[in-house]
T-cell receptor
Framework: NAGVTQTPKFQVLKTGQSMTLQCAQD?????MSWYRQDPGMGLRLIHY???????DQGEVPNGYNVSRSTTEDFPLRLLSAAPSQTSVYFC?????????????????FGAGSRLTVL | AQTVTQSQPEMSVQEAETVTLSCTYD???????LFWYKQPPSRQMILVIR??????QNATENRFSVNFQKAAKSFSLKISDSQLGDAAMYFC????????????FGPGTRLSVLP
């Protein structure tokens, strides 16, 4: 059971370049999300999706784009990389919720991707 | 909007001793979920323990337990018999039960375990 798979694990970009961080999950989770982690700031939500074809912005969406064409995949695109986007990125997925007693309600994380923008 | 605060950026504990990590949160909801995640140097985020707000009983998972004080909006994590492998960043997180609501994470507490 692979869980949540993120690629690449490391990437170095030059300012202005674009790239895509890949995220795939094999748990049939409806909910998927992208976070960035910066020192002293915890994890901040970039974008999320509650199902195929549905995406929405999180706390820090500027400079990032997402799509959700399948339940399994949720790629994060950096349109024109900036040094401020140097960070560690996490993809996370979970089961849908909407019921107070629905039980699982946890996020399963990928291993993270360290991105450096020069 | 909900916020999560962890007032201890760094903590240390002697091996085999007990340590408590603090977490407070702000919400106007009556039902919600709280979590502690651990992030060791490997960077992997690992769920440690979770608590449903409607349950009065504090959650426990082996050496890990919480002190959930709903009125005070406090959710501390107690680690008993600390082990070297407990050294990590610990994140407190909040989630609303409403559909489409996201997790809100605190800034984290870095725990060192001294041999």
């Amino acid at each position: 059971n692979a869980g949540v798979t993120q690629t690449p694990k490391f990437q170095v970009l030059k300012t202005g370049q674009s790239m895509t961080l890949q995220c795939a999950q094999d748990m049939n989770h409806e909910y998927m999300s992208w976070y960035r982690q910066d020192p002293g700031m915890g994890l901040r939500l970039i974008h999320y999706s509650v199902g195929a074809g549905i995406t929405d912005q999180g706390e820090v969406p500027n400079g990032y784009n997402v799509s959700r064409s399948t339940t399994e995949d949720f790629p994060l695109r950096l349109l024109s990389a900036a040094p401020s986007q140097t960070s560690v990125y996490f993809c996370a997925s979970g089961r849908s919720w909407g019921h107070v007693n629905s039980g699982a309600n946890v996020l399963t994380f990928g291993a993270g991707s360290r991105l450096t923008v020069l | 909007a909900q916020t999560v605060t962890q007032s201890q950026p760094e903590m240390s504990v002697q091996e085999a001793e007990t340590v408590t990590l603090s977490c407070t949160y702000d919400t106007s909801e009556s039902d919600y979920y709280l979590f502690w995640y651990k992030q060791p140097p490997s960077r992997q985020m690992i769920l440690v323990i979770r608590q449903e707000a409607y349950k009065q009983q504090n959650a426990t998972e082996n050496r890990f337990s919480v002190n959930f004080q709903k009125a005070a909006k406090s959710f501390s994590l107690k680690i008993s018999d600390s082990q070297l492998g407990d050294a990590a960043m610990y994140f407190c997180a909040y989630r609303s039960p409403n559909y489409g609501q996201n997790f809100v994470f605190g800034p984290g507490t870095r725990l060192s375990v001294l041999p």
